[in-house]
């Protein structure tokens, strides 16, 4: 492939990337009939995973846990069944919901509402996505031959579309599972780019051009462990939570652990000044990008068992793009300044010895 073509096809990417980041924004303003439940089909049964706050379900009582074996009389078993019947339906009117809670089976009301956004905390993950997209962008732009602006723009479409899509009340309709879906990849994908870029800065492996195979073992994983989740649309199989969300973030532990392992070694390997400031501003932005992320968003989030403060721990990551752009691009300027300034040093002193020459 020329580089014309790859550079176009990265582009063609990240366009795609845009489309499906504006079709989750859009569809959150679109009406339609909606209760607040998130659903999936649990041992032969439609059982609710997560309620959105101040939904229509949240005001009626329901509970995550609570299994639905009906709505507005017809019986419904998968999150597709759920999607036609209130499709069906009109935006205010009042339904009755079949559901048992452990032993017990009862009808209760609910008035469903519009489809909108209930937070404006998914105002801020779209723009601080948008802020990702665009650094990466503008990087890949800047030097779009260098491979590790390519993999850095890569990385950056992918958490784009993690925050946007992966991070919004989700329903039952195909639009919820399409843009899901893309945030969900997004998701497997990114701790395989974050790997594969600390393979090759700030210098590439010897060993990965040596075995370029490698590669593909990095990002196969990824797509394996995601298949299952995309099939769950097509073919209707029991899952639990635990098995739905362990695998990305396993994989991401993992591949997060080898790439800092990389990065260490790159670290302690680099005999030039200039390459340690490089990796030193890398080290500062993921230190303030992700210890926030993981106090406020990872521990915070289990003992409290909601995404209360999620945000704080979103917004410092900012800093993770912005300091790797800052390294790729500034630091790469200043060396060639340096080059710059060696080549005019290495002209003058030859002037200079050829004028004393021709002089004596």
Known sequence: MTFQ??????????????????????DMFFQKPYDGIASSYTKGNLAITEITPKSPAAQAGLKPGDLILGIAHQIVKFPSDAGRVLMKQKIGKTISYLIQRDKRIFTIALKLGKYRLVSASYYYYAIIGLIFFLVGLFVFLFKPEDPAATLFFLMNTSFFLFLVCSLRPYSYYWVDWFVHSAGTFSLFLLPAFFLHFFLIFPEPKPWISKNPKILYLIYSLPALLFLPNFLSYFIKFSSQPFLKYWPSWGLLVLYFTLGIFSFIHAFLQAKDHHIRRKLRVILWGIILGLVPFIIFGVILGSLLQNSQYLLVGVIPMVFVPLSFAYAIIRFQLMDIDIWINKSVVYTLTTFIISLFYVIL
């Open 5 to 26: 073509k790859r550079k176009y096809s990265i582009l063609a990417i990240g366009l795609f990337a845009l489309a499906i980041a504006g079709l989750s924004i859009a």
